[in-house]
């Protein structure tokens, strides 16, 4: 029986949320030739399904490469009159046209449905090749989250676009935030700050200590000081520019230490190196006897800890989680709680055969998941 405000699911809509779900999953664990025959067949059923428009999109551009396909996508999403969404799937376009011929009418038609907006004027001159000055004229025209992000997106995909810092002020934090524009820094904010994606790690109030391994520029050291302001916070972060806007962005709290390197199963030196894709996020760090970074072990970590207990052990760290978690029963029994983002199949079955048990997963936001003790 069902009462009124309750809406029974259709066989077919079944379908598509178990559809959704494999997607998903496909998408978390890297798999993004599994996803797309997923995708097809949502956007077969749900055409205006935008998130997975947007997915499959970017399997065209990073995997199979096919500017059509891809440009085909875009038209579609431009007919579901979300212009919002297809400037900044076009910026991704740029890749696969570097002279920008088959992108600019592309462009031209979401700037036509919007004259007079900021963020697209922005990208007209970005496409146009208007050089670092127009540009810079071009954002400081922008007043809202919602411009910045749009254009920081379509700056992204421009080769030539200019490194400016600015400061948008995120809801719910009492400070600017500094980030490089036209680079990965918003989306990190945005993930942190707007989604929330360390909501799943509960808000214990007796929380004495945290880590923050892969802090960035700051906004998750931020976000968990202001949820546990007297608790001590070890903030590390091995890319030297990044570090920079790090401390800029943490200055105004005394809690958070910032240290420059990276975690690591041992104390050793590291190197560091581009991911690929030139993001500041991206950083690929190995170890080397000659490396110029410092590599911190956690039991050297829990010694500059309360009691060398770590209450809240937070873990973004581009892949390195296997390193880190593979003698991790060596310290385990001093961290209450892991908050960690997996970067592929295999460093999430090292860390969950590392710690479960003592710990169980209880809880999940985003492509973050929440170890706790059992």
């Given at each position: 029986m069902t009462h009124d405000g309750d809406h029974a699911m259709s066989p077919e809509g079944?379908?598509?949320?178990?559809?959704?779900?494999?997607?998903?999953?496909?998408?978390?664990?890297?798999?993004?030739?599994?996803?797309?025959?997923?995708?097809?067949?949502?956007?077969?059923?749900?055409?205006?399904?935008?998130?997975?428009?947007?997915?499959?999109?970017?399997?065209?551009?990073?995997?199979r490469r096919d500017f059509d396909s891809a440009s085909e996508l875009l038209q579609r999403?431009?007919?579901?009159?979300?212009?919002?969404?297809?400037?900044?799937?076009?910026?991704?376009?740029?890749?696969?046209?570097?002279?920008?011929?088959?992108?600019?009418?592309?462009?031209?038609?979401v700037l036509a449905r919007t004259p007079d907006d900021a963020a697209y004027r922005l990208a007209a001159e970005a496409l146009a090749g208007s050089g670092?000055?127009?540009?810079?004229?071009?954002?400081?025209?922008?007043?809202?989250?919602?411009?910045?992000?749009?254009?920081?997106?379509?700056?992204?995909?421009?080769?030539?676009?200019?490194?400016?810092?600015?400061?948008?002020?995120?809801p719910g934090s009492r400070l600017p935030l500094w980030i490089r524009f036209g680079t990965s820094d918003f989306n990190v904010a945005a993930q942190v700050l707007l989604e929330q994606h360390y909501s799943c790690v509960r808000k214990h109030p007796e929380v004495r200590s945290l880590i923050d391994a892969g802090a960035n520029i700051g906004a998750s050291s931020r976000w968990f000081a202001e949820r546990h302001p007297h608790a001590t916070i070890l903030a590390i972060e091995p890319d030297e520019s990044t570090i920079e806007l790090l401390r800029r962005n943490v200055a105004h709290l005394p809690q958070v230490q910032v240290l420059q390197g990276g975690l690591w199963s041992h104390?050793?030196?590291?190197?560091?190196?581009?991911?690929?894709?030139g993001q500041p996020w991206a950083r690929v760090v190995t170890e080397s006897p000659e490396g110029d970074l410092e590599a911190f072990s956690m039991e050297s970590l829990l010694d500059l800890l309360p009691d060398r207990r770590c209450d809240v052990l937070k873990v973004d760290i581009e892949g390195a989680e296997s390193v880190v978690f593979r003698d991790?029963?060596?310290?385990?029994?001093a961290v209450r709680?892991?908050?960690?983002?997996?970067?592929?199949?295999?460093?999430?079955?090292?860390?969950?055969?590392?710690?479960?048990?003592?710990?169980?997963?209880?809880?999940?936001?985003?492509?973050?998941?929440?170890?706790?003790?059992?």
């Open positions: 079944d379908e598509i949320e178990s559809l959704r779900r494999q997607a998903r999953l496909a998408i978390a664990l890297g798999r993004a030739t599994d996803a797309a025959p997923l995708l097809r067949r949502i956007l077969a059923v749900d055409p205006a399904d935008l998130d997975s428009l947007k997915h499959l999109l970017s399997h065209e551009i990073s995997v999403g431009m007919r579901l009159g979300n212009p919002d969404a297809c400037s900044v799937l076009a910026a991704q376009l740029v890749r696969l046209d570097p002279r920008r011929a088959r992108l600019e009418p592309l462009v031209e038609a670092e000055a127009a540009l810079r004229r071009a954002v400081e025209q922008l007043t809202t989250l919602r411009d910045l992000s749009v254009a920081n997106e379509l700056l992204k995909g421009v080769g030539d676009r200019p490194e400016l810092m600015v400061a948008p002020l995120f104390d050793a030196r590291l190197s560091i190196r581009d991911g690929g894709d991790a029963a060596r310290w385990i029994d709680t892991v908050a960690i983002e997996c970067h592929g199949p295999g460093e999430m079955a090292v860390v969950q055969q590392a710690i479960v048990p003592p710990m169980r997963l209880a809880g999940q936001q985003g492509e973050i998941m929440m170890f706790e003790r059992a």
